[in-house]
C-alpha cells in the first residue's frame, strides 16, 4: 500500500535535526476541515503479530495534538486513555481535540483519535500552569526513591552502547536492555517486578513537549506483557515444545528474544499456560516532574501488578530518571485470556 494512504498528506523526509522519535510523533494540522484538527504526519508502527499499531503511539500523538491548544506554562500532569478499536498501520488517524476546560491554573482538552470516522482511541488530559502551586516551601512533597539492586544500592543504567540486542527489540526509536524480574522463584506474582531501562534513539531537540511525547510513548511497551512474565505465560504462536522443530535460525532467534524479555530458556516454558489473547483497555499516566524528564537518556521503567483475573489484568508502572527521581507514574488495564486447550482440541478433532 502506497505511504499516501497511510497519511492524509505525503509523508515528508525524516528530518536529520531531530530525534527518531521526533519524526515519528509529529503531527500536522488541518485547519481547513475545522478548529483543533490533526493528523499524523508519518506512517505509523504495527507491531508484528499485534491487531492494531502500536498503542503509546496513539497515546504520544494525541498529547502532541493536545499540546498545540494550551499555552507553553501549562505542562501535562495526567492522561486517561481508553483503547477501542485496534488502529490500522495502513490510513490516517484524524486527532480531533475539545478544549473542555481553561482555567487559571488547570486546562483540560479530550482527544478522539478516529480512523475511517470511527473513533479507535480516546484520552482526557490535564494541564496545569507551571508555578501555579505556590513556592516549594509551601507545599507537601515526597518521592518513592530509586529501587534498590541485588547489592542494597540504587539500580544503575546500563553502559551506553548495547550489545547482543535481538532484531525485534533493536527495532523502532527507543532503545532498551534485558528485563530483569525480580524476586522470580516467589510463588505469589503479585511480589514480582519487572525493570527495564529504556532511552529514545539520537538526541531530542524539540524541547520539553517533546521528551513529554516520548515518555508517553514509551510507557506503553511491555506494559500489560508484564502478566505473562510474572505468570511465565508463552506468548508465541507455536506451542514452546515446538522451539526445537524450527529452523536454527529462527530457533536462536526466539531464544534470543524470549531470554531479552526476561523469560529465560523457552524449555523451560514447556507445558506452561499459553496466551490466547492479550489486548490493553485503558491507560493512564501521571508526570510527576515534567521539566526533569529526558527521555534521550536512561529511564528505569518498574512494574508490578497486583491483580488479575476475570480475563484482565492490571499493572502498575514507575519511570524513573537515571538520577532517581520518580519522572510518571503509570496504570493499565488490560484483557489476559488463556489458550483454552480444551477448545482447540475439540476444534482439531472436528477437523
Known amino acids: 500500500m502506497s505511504e499516501q494512504r497511510a497519511t492524509l498528506l505525503r509523508q515528508p523526509p525524516p528530518d536529520p535535526n531531530k530525534a527518531p522519535i521526533e519524526n515519528v510523533l509529529e503531527v500536522t494540522e488541518l485547519s481547513v476541515f475545522g478548529p483543533d484538527i490533526f493528523t499524523n504526519t508519518r506512517q505509523q508502527w504495527h507491531p508484528p503479530g499485534a491487531r492494531g499499531i502500536y498503542g503509546g503511539s496513539v497515546i504520544a500523538l494525541c498529547l502532541a495534538s493536545a499540546q498545540r491548544t494550551v499555552p507553553d506554562d501549562f505542562f501535562i500532569h495526567s492522561c486517561h486513555c481508553y483503547f477501542l478499536l485496534a488502529g490500522s498501520g495502513e490510513l490516517p488517524i484524524l486527532f480531533h481535540v475539545e478544549r473542555v476546560r481553561d482555567g487559571k491554573s ?60 535481538p532484531d525485534l527489540a533493536a527495532m523502532g526509536p527507543f532503545e532498551s536492555n534485558r528485563i530483569e524480574v525480580t524476586n522470580e522463584t516467589s510463588p505469589h506474582a503479585h511480589e514480582k517486578k519487572t525493570r527495564q531501562w529504556v532511552r529514545a534513539r539520537g538526541k531530542i531537540n524539540g524541547g520539553y513537549q517533546a521528551h513529554l511525547n516520548a515518555l508517553a510513548y514509551v510507557s506503553d511497551s511491555y506494559f500489560i506483557g508484564t502478566i505473562t512474565r510474572i505468570h511465565k505465560l508463552w506468548r508465541f504462536p507455536f506451542p514452546a515444545a515446538d522451539v526445537d522443530k524450527l529452523d536454527p535460525d529462527m530457533r536462536e532467534r526466539i531464544c534470543k528474544l524470549n531470554a531479552w524479555e ?90
Open 106 to 165: 488547570y486546562a483540560t482538552r479530550t482527544v478522539q483519535a478516529r480512523q475511517k470516522g470511527r473513533c479507535i482511541f480516546t484520552t482526557t488530559i490535564s494541564f496545569v500552569r507551571e508555578g501555579s502551586s505556590g513556592s516549594p516551601g509551601s507545599q507537601v512533597s515526597h518521592a518513592a526513591p530509586m529501587p534498590l539492586g541485588a547489592d542494597g544500592k540504587p539500580v544503575s543504567p546500563p553502559p551506553d552502547n548495547l550489545s547482543d540486542v
Open 262 to 351: 526476561g523469560m529465560g530458556d523457552p524449555k523451560e516454558m514447556v507445558d506452561r499456560p499459553e496466551i490466547g489473547m492479550m489486548v490493553s483497555l485503558d491507560h493512564t499516566i501521571y508526570f510527576h516532574e515534567p521539566r526533569k524528564v529526558r527521555a534521550d537518556e536512561w529511564m528505569l521503567s518498574e512494574m508490578d501488578s497486583p491483580w488479575a483475573g476475570d480475563g484482565r489484568g492490571v499493572v502498575t508502572q514507575r519511570i524513573f530518571s537515571k538520577d532517581g527521581t520518580l519522572l510518571a507514574t503509570c496504570v493499565q488495564e488490560g484483557v489476559v485470556r488463556l489458550k483454552d486447550e480444551a477448545k482447540a482440541k475439540a476444534k482439531e478433532s472436528k477437523l
